[in-house]
């Protein structure tokens, strides 16, 4: 059975770091590209970050350079997105997704989708 967790989600002040993971079972982990994905209420569906390792890769949106960082850790089968120097405009529900081998742009490209966990910042 394919399942993808997210957790570390909650309520944090602006300014401050969260850290997000998404564990992953059910499939050959280390033959996916594994991105992250948010939607806040009634804006469409972004793409946040994605790694992976066949090419060695690694992406981010303008909006989170320099604050969001991507990591991988293959033994537990867990992708994690550190987010320091949250923002209000950051609040939205974050999803982690798989996609076979390299990391795409599109949403509808990826396979496999977690439920999400909710990101909240203060102002």
């Known amino acids: 059975e394919v399942q993808l967790v997210e957790s570390g989600g909650g309520l944090v002040q602006a300014g401050g770091s969260l850290r997000l993971s998404c564990a992953a079972s059910?499939?050959?982990?280390?033959?996916?590209?594994i991105g992250w994905f948010r939607q806040a209420p009634g804006k469409e569906r972004e793409g946040v970050s994605c790694?992976?390792?066949?090419?060695?890769?690694?992406y981010y949106a303008d909006s989170v350079k320099g604050r969001f960082t991507i990591s991988s850790d293959n033994a537990k089968n867990t992708v994690y997105l550190q987010m320091n120097s949250l923002k209000p405009e950051d609040t939205a529900v974050y999803y982690c997704?798989?996609?076979?081998?390299?990391?795409?742009?599109?949403?509808?490209?990826?396979?496999?989708w977690g439920q999400g966990t909710q990101v909240t910042v203060s102002s």
């Open positions: 790694i992976s390792d066949s090419n060695s890769s690694t």
């Open positions: 997704a798989a996609l076979t081998y390299w990391c795409g742009p599109y949403f509808l490209e990826y396979d496999y």
């Open positions: 059910g499939f050959t982990f280390d033959d996916y590209a």
